[in-house]
């Protein structure tokens, strides 16, 4: 997978490598608003994640995670700000997310 400079960049690059639909993170789950499914940590892996820097203050950097589930049939992104969860997000969650 190449590098991308902007997050517009890797997200119309993965688009057209099928990951299609938009994902947001939810407590249990990964929830796919376009198909009304919820997606739970151990029905999905990520394929690829990228990290972007914001140009003029480091808080805005975010994660663009391109995600599979072979259990439900879908490839999909999921944007989030670095490190950012809310306070309910489960362990699993995280965990499944953590970058390396």
């Known amino acids: 997978m190449q590098d991308f400079e902007t997050l517009s960049q890797a997200m119309n690059a993965l688009r ?3 990951y299609v639909e938009d994902f947001n993170l939810q407590t249990h789950s990964l929830e796919c608003r376009n ?3 919820l997606v739970a940590p151990n029905d999905f892996k ?3 994640f990228f990290r972007f820097e914001g ?3 480091p808080g805005d950097s975010s994660i663009l ?3 599979s ?5 879908l490839k999909g992104l999921l944007v ?3 490190g950012v969860y809310t306070e309910d ?3 699993d969650m995280i965990a499944k997310l953590k970058v390396h």
């Open 16 to 18: 057209k490598e099928g």
């Open 35 to 37: 198909l009304d499914i």
């Open 46 to 48: 990520v394929d690829h």
């Open 55 to 57: 140009m003029s203050d």
């Open 65 to 67: 995670y391109a995600i």
């Open 69 to 73: 589930s072979d259990k439900h049939d």
């Open 80 to 82: 989030n700000g670095y």
């Open 89 to 91: 997000t489960t362990d």
